[in-house]
């Protein structure tokens, strides 16, 4: 029931059936953000990162180089970008959310 949704939501390596742990997902992630984005970023170059879920808090947990229990009590709001300034080593210099001006 609603428990078991909850701890797939909400866990790092409990996979829903036929699904992504969050675990798996940055697995999946990890490589790609290294090959891909890192060496665009290190390059001085602005890189936009649309996409889900599990795949934003990989990228958040390796960008804020955040565990597993952090992670999993960051929220992430649905559609709000979140923009970070990053050292020459990809370290967070600065992270701000957009939030309407009403919030």
């Known amino acids: 029931g609603s428990e ?3 701890i797939w939501r909400r866990s790092y390596d409990v996979p829903p059936p036929g699904g992504e742990s969050l675990k798996d997902t940055r697995e ?3 490589p790609y953000f290294e090959q891909h ?4 970023l290190r390059g001085g170059t602005n890189v936009l990162v649309v996409a889900h879920g599990n ?6 947990m390796l960008i804020e180089n955040l565990t ?3 992670i999993l009590k960051t929220e992430i709001s649905t559609g709000v970008p979140i923009t970070y ?5 990809l370290r967070v210099l600065s992270k701000s959310v957009l939030t309407s001006p009403t919030e």
């Open 68 to 70: 597993p229990e952090e």
């Open 4 to 6: 078991q949704v909850h």
């Open 85 to 89: 300034e990053l050292d020459p080593d």
């Open 37 to 40: 984005i890192a060496p665009l």
């Open 28 to 30: 999946r992630v990890a």
């Open 55 to 60: 795949s934003l808090r990989s990228l958040i």
